[in-house]
C-alpha cells in the first residue's frame, strides 16, 4: 500500500512539473511572437507610403496572439500548482482558441504575400508621379531611395517622366534628372551650399529590394504562426492528457482514503468520528439483551480482528 501510493504522488508531481514546463516554454514562445510582430509592424510603418493598411493586421494579430499566450501560460502553470482539473481543463480550451487566432494569422500572411507584387507595383509608380505635388510621398520616397540605396521603381530611368527637372531640360535622351536621394557619391556646390551635384546614382531600383522585405516578412509571419500553431495543437492535447491523469490520481487516491476508513470501521456523520460498536477497533461485540424486562447487564466477548 505504501508503495503504490508513493508511486501515485510521483505520477502527480511528474505531471505537474510537465505542465509548468510547457506553460513556461508557451511563454518564452509568447514573447517571440511578440518580438517578431513588434519589428515587422515597425518595418511596415517605416514603408506604410508603399504598403497598404491591410497588411499591418497580420503582425498585430501576432502581437496580440503573444499576450493573450502569456495570459494563457500563467493560468497553465497556475492550474499545475494547485493541481486543479477545472482550470487545466479551461487552460487546454485557451489554447485550442489561441491556436485557431495562430492559422487565421498563418493564412492572412500567406493571403498577403501573394498580393505583395502587385501591390508595390502599383503604389511605387504611384508615388513617383505624386513626387513633386505632395511633400508627405516625397520624404517617403527619398527614406527609400537612401535607405535601400536604390533609385527608381525598376532603375532610375524611371524618373523621366516623373521629375520636375526633366520635364524642362534640355538634357539628352540619356540623361535622366533624378533626386537627390538617389545619389550614391553627392557633391556639394562651392558656389551654393544648397545646390548637390550627384556624382553617382544608385544603378537598381527600389523593387526588389521592396519586395525582398515585404514578402519575407509575410513569409516570416506565415511561417512562425503555423509553426506556433501546430506545438499549440500539441499543448492542447498534453493539457487534457495531463488533467486526465490528476482526475484519475485524484479519483484513486480517495478511493484508497475511503478504503482505509473502511478498513478502520470509521465513521463519519455529523462532523464527529467515532468506531462503531462492531469493528475491529475496539475487538469487541455487543450481545442481545435476555428477556424483556430483565436487568441483565450487557456482555461483550472478543472478536478476532480480520488479518489482511
Known sequence: MANRDLQLNSGMKCAKYMLIIVSFMFALTAILLIMVGTTIQTIFGDFSLFIDGHFSSPPALLIAIGFILIAVATLGAYGAVKESVMVINLYGVCLF??????????????????????MLIRTMHQALQEYDNDPYVAAGVDFMQSGLECCGVDEPEDWKDCYGPNKNSTL????????????????????????????????????????????????????GATTVAFVQLLGVL????LAKTLR??????????????????????????????????????????????TQE???YTPQSPSVN
Open 97 to 118: 482558441l489561441v491556436f485557431i487566432l495562430e492559422v487565421s494569422a498563418a493564412i492572412a500572411a500567406f493571403v498577403m504575400q501573394s498580393q505583395v507584387k502587385g
Open 172 to 223: 539628352g535622351a540619356d540623361d535622366v534628372v533624378v533626386p537627390n536621394s538617389c545619389c550614391g557619391r553627392p557633391a556639394v556646390d562651392l558656389s551654393d551650399s544648397n545646390q548637390v551635384t550627384c556624382l553617382e546614382t544608385f544603378d537598381y531600383g527600389c523593387f526588389r529590394k521592396m519586395n525582398f522585405i515585404v514578402s519575407q516578412s509575410a513569409m516570416l509571419i506565415a511561417t
Open 238 to 241: 498534453c493539457a487534457f492528457m
Open 248 to 293: 484519475r490520481n485524484k479519483s484513486i487516491r480517495e478511493a484508497r482514503r475511503w478504503q482505509l476508513q473502511q478498513s478502520l470501521g470509521v465513521l463519519i456523520s455529523g462532523g464527529k468520528m467515532g468506531p462503531p460498536q462492531n469493528s475491529a477497533v475496539t475487538g469487541y461485540q455487543q450481545l442481545d439483551n435476555g428477556e424483556q424486562g
Open 297 to 299: 447487564p450487557y456482555t
